[in-house]
C-alpha cells in the first residue's frame, strides 16, 4: 500500500467519507501499480532491444542455409515461398487447415441462426444493384478485372517473386468482392456463386493434402517433391510449390468469400437497398 | 537508416495510437485498416515484401471487413429483435 492510501484512510471521517476516501485509495492504489507496472515494462523492452542485431547484420544459421539452398536445390527464386511450401511444408499444411476450419465454424453458427429467421445468403434474383452511386458501380466495375489479374499473378509467380496463394487468394476474393458490392451481388448467374465458392475452398484444401500424398506415393515422403524442378526464374519450375500455391489461393478465395456471403446475407442487402 | 524506414516507423507509430484512441467500434476498424497499411510500408521499407504482401491482406483488408461483417450482423439483429417486440 502507498503512502497516501495510508494517509487517506487515517484522514477520513466516519460513514460516507470513510467509504469514498477508500475508493480514492485504491485508486492512486491502481495508479502506482500501473505505473511500476509500465516502468518495468519499458525497462526490460529497451533492454531487450538493445541485444538486437543491427538490420541487414542476422547472424543466425538457418536464413544463411535457407538463402543459400533455395535455388540451387529446388530452382525457385523465392526463398519464402520455398521455405513456407516446401522446407517446412506440413506446417503449412496445417495452417492452411486452420483457416478452413475457421471459415466453416462462422459458416454453420451463421446458418443455424438464419435457419430460424429464414433469410437465404444467396441472392434470388440477380439483377438489383447493390450500390446506388452510378459513378460508384462504374469505377467499381472498371477495378474488377485488373484485380482479378494481379490476384492471378500474385498466385502463379508464388515462387518466383514475393506473393504466392495466400495473398493473391485474398486478392482474387477482392475481385469477386467488387462485383458483388458495384454491380448485381454476387450473381453470376448459372455459376450458382456460393456453390462455386464452396467447392474451390474445398478443392483447394484438399488439393493441397493430395499434393502432399502424391509426394508420399511417388517419392516416398509426406509432401516430398516428385515433378521436375525446371530451370530457375521460370515459370514453371519449383516442382510441386506452383500447384500447392494454386491450391492454398483457390482455398483461401473461397472461404474468405463464403464468410462474407454469409455475413452479409439477403436481408442486409434487402435493408440497404431501402434505406 | 534511411528517411523511408524512419517515416515509415512515426507513421506507425501515430497509426498505433489512432486505432487505441478510436472509441467507436466502426470507425476503429477503418483507422486499424490505415495502421495495416502504414505497417505494411514499414515491412517493406525494412526489406520484407512478403510479410509486406501478407500484411495489406490480412491487416488492411481481411481484418477489419471482418469486423465491419460483424458489427453490421450484430447491430442489423439488434434492429430486428426491437422490431419484434
Redesign the interface.
Known sequence: MSEHGQRAVREASPGAGQEQARLVSSERFRMVLFGAGVLGFAAVLVWGLGGLPD?GDFAGRYGQYLAHTTVPARHAT?A??VTTFDFRGVDTLVEEFILFTAAVGVVAL?RVQRAS?EVPAEPESTRRPTARSGALRSLITALVAPTLVLGVD?VLHGHLT???G??GG??LM?ALFLVYLGGTHLGLGPLRPMGAMEAAEGVGAAGFALIGLAGLIIAGAYLQNFLPFGAPSHLVSGGAIPLLNIAVGLEVMGA?LI??AE??DQ??LM?RGKL | ?TAVQITALVAVALGGTAVVLAREPPKQALVASVYGFALAVLFLA?QA??V???Q???GA??LP??II??L??II?RGE?NRGER
Do not use: C
Open positions: 538490420f523465392s519464402v515461398s451463421l429467421e500474385i514475393p506473393g504466392g495466400f495473398q485474398v486478392i477482392s474468405l464468410l462474407a455475413f452479409l436481408r442486409l435493408h | 537508416m525494412f515484401p512478403d509486406a504482401l501478407s495489406i491482406v490480412v483488408v481481411a471487413a471482418m461483417y460483424a453490421r450482423k442489423r430486428v
